[in-house]
């Protein structure tokens, strides 16, 4: 989420940063909001049908280009690029999450563990916009931003597997 908030934040000043026009930004702001819509409504039915937390790997996967083609940003296939991918696929995240929480953790403890994980959820959405501007202001730029949003997604994604196999050993060692 810390990832997500942050591009949601900085974007558009990081590819004003690199000489695009702020207006037409603005606008591709603007497709990013409509491009989610599809993601939002389909996503949490896919997850419903198959494995979420595949398909919340899959998504994070998905979503990498986006951030990368940010790190440089100063190409307009680049700026294009990270707008539309990012558009159609960020808008998915929440719900998707939602579900795989559902499957992963409901029962008489889910509210318990969905209010302890939107702590967790508010640090990285106000944490990952606040470290992105300081370093926005420092010598690494929105470049060094960018690189350091690609490795926590990519961090992401590692922990995200790891707690697969976890939940895998966990079922499997559970008598039948």
Same mark, same amino acid.
């Given at each position: ?5 942050? /591009? ?6 990081? /590819?004003?940063?690199?000489? /695009?026009? =702020?207006? +037409?930004?603005? &606008? ?14 389909? $996503? ?14 899959? $998504? ?5 280009? %986006? ?9 307009? &296939?680049?700026?294009? %690029? ?10 998915? /995240? ?34 990952? =916009? ?7 202001? %420092? ?6 931003? +960018? ?23 966990? &079922?499997? %060692?559970? =008598?039948?």
């Amino acid at each position: 989420m810390a990832v997500l908030e942050a /591009f949601n934040v900085h974007r558009i000043a990081r /590819f004003e940063a690199t000489g /695009f026009d =702020p207006i +037409m930004l603005g &606008w591709w702001a603007v497709a990013v909001g409509v491009l989610s819509l599809p993601g939002r409504y389909l $996503l949490p039915m896919l997850a419903n049908r198959f494995d979420s937390a595949r398909i919340w790997i899959a $998504l994070t996967l998905l979503i990498l280009p %986006s951030v990368l083609v940010a790190i440089r940003g100063s190409e307009a &296939w680049e700026m294009n %690029s990270h707008f539309i991918l990012f558009g159609l696929l960020f808008g998915a /995240f929440m719900p998707l999450r939602a579900v795989l929480m559902s499957d992963w953790y409901s029962g008489p403890r889910f509210g318990a563990l969905m209010g302890i994980q939107a702590v967790a959820l508010a640090g990285g959405r106000a944490g990952g =916009p606040a470290l992105v501007g300081w370093m926005a202001d %420092s010598p690494l730029g929105y470049t060094g931003g +960018m690189i350091f949003l690609a490795v926590l997604l990519i961090c992401s994604l590692l922990c995200t597997m790891m707690a697969i196999q976890q939940r895998r050993k966990a &079922w499997s %060692s559970m =008598p039948q």
